[in-house]
Structures are given as structure tokens and as C-alpha cells.
């Protein structure tokens, strides 16, 4: 773990307050700063420093925002996936199945990560670093994913087995990009996985909708 991404339990961050237009348009530069160099040098490229002069904020304002770059990196994760959230909604996913949805869903957003493979490993890696401190960041970035399943399953009213159904999937989605990074499986195996996967959503149905 890198000493920069290590803040104790005594100083965790309170729920921050909203933030006005002028915020959130530095907040966008930031997170937009951090993309870029992420694509072009993958985890490494990702300094704060460098960040900061990119997107043209002072340093000690860049880290009012994000602590380290672990936070910064999880944080450029949820924003790409909430992008891809959109466009999703905006060409939803074909299949007479639940379990067809999802996975075209997700192997969709897959495909958009594998355009941009070192931003997608330093945004893998900041999440295999986070600690405690960054638990809010990674929540929302559970929660985006959970979002963008739910809506392919089309259930508006999930079940309890459904809902575990969604957490086995955006599980293995996780790994499967993992191993993917890694060059440890190919991208048939990661289509495999999860379809596999996904096909949890029709057996976790009731049987008059199956």
C-alpha cells in the first residue's frame, strides 16, 4: 500500500457537504486530470502532483478533494462506470432472459474498459489497495455496478435471492477483469465466466416467470 493512500480510522473523512456548481466543475477536471494520465501510463502515471497541474488546482485543494491517489483513482472508476450507465440506458441491452441482459450489459462495459487497458488497471489496482479510508469511494462503486445490473435484470422488485444473485455476479465481473488484466484468461473465458454467472438471475427467478 502506498504510504500516500494510508489515513487511520481517527481521521477518516466526514459525509462531505454538496458541492456547488464551481465545485463540481473542479471536482469534473480533477477526475477527467486523472483519467488521461491513467490511460497513458497506467497506475504509476497517476502523481498527484501532475494531476493537480493538469487539471489546474492547487495541490493542497487537489487533496481537500481526494486524499490520495487510491481515492482518486476509485473515484475515476465510479465516474466511468456512471458513464457507461448512460449510454447504457440509452441503447439498452436485447435478451428474452434476465440472465442474456446482464451479461450482454456487462460484457458491453467490459469492452469498453479493454479500449482502455491501463486506465482500467490502475483503476483495478486503486481497488485492490483501498483500505478502510477509502470505503466510501468503493461503495459507490458497488453501488454503481449494482445499479447497472438491476437495471438489465428489469426487476423492479428483486428478491432476496436475486439480490445475492447480483452481488455473485458483479463479483465475478470484478475478478474476471482481474484475471483479464493480468493475462491470465482470455476474453472468451471472461465471456464465459459471465454468462455463467449471470445465468444465476433466471434460476433465483420464481417458476411462473422462468
Do not use: N
Request: glycine share 4%; proline share 6%; aromatic share 4%.
Amino acid at each position: 500500500m502506498p504510504a500516500e493512500s494510508k489515513v487511520t480510522a481517527s481521521t477518516a473523512r466526514p459525509s462531505p457537504a454538496p458541492l456547488t456548481e464551481r465545485q463540481e466543475a473542479r471536482r469534473r477536471r480533477i477526475l477527467r486530470a486523472c483519467a488521461q494520465l491513467a490511460s497513458r501510463g497506467g497506475f504509476d502515471a497517476v502523481q498527484m502532483r501532475e494531476v493537480a497541474e493538469s487539471s489546474q488546482v492547487a495541490l493542497g485543494t487537489l487533496y481537500r478533494y481526494f486524499p490520495s491517489k487510491v481515492h482518486l483513482l476509485v473515484a475515476t472508476m465510479q465516474d466511468q462506470l456512471e458513464h457507461m450507465h448512460g449510454t447504457l440506458r440509452r441503447r439498452p441491452p436485447a435478451g428474452d432472459s434476465a440472465a442474456e441482459r446482464v451479461a450482454e450489459t456487462l460484457m458491453r462495459a467490459f469492452r469498453g474498459l479493454q479500449r482502455e487497458p491501463q486506465l482500467a488497471d490502475a483503476m483495478v489496482r486503486a481497488l485492490t489497495f483501498a483500505d478502510r479510508s477509502v470505503s466510501p469511494e468503493v461503495d459507490q462503486v458497488s453501488r454503481q455496478t449494482t445499479a447497472i445490473i438491476l437495471e438489465a435484470t428489469g426487476l423492479e422488485h428483486p428478491t432476496p435471492e436475486q439480490l445475492s444473485a447480483v452481488r455473485v455476479i458483479e463479483h465475478t465481473w470484478h475478478s474476471a477483469l482481474i484475471t483479464w488484466l493480468s493475462g491470465r484468461a482470455s476474453i472468451a473465458q471472461v465471456r464465459t465466466d459471465i454468462e455463467t454467472a449471470c445465468r444465476l438471475m433466471d434460476l433465483t427467478a420464481p417458476p411462473a416467470a422462468r
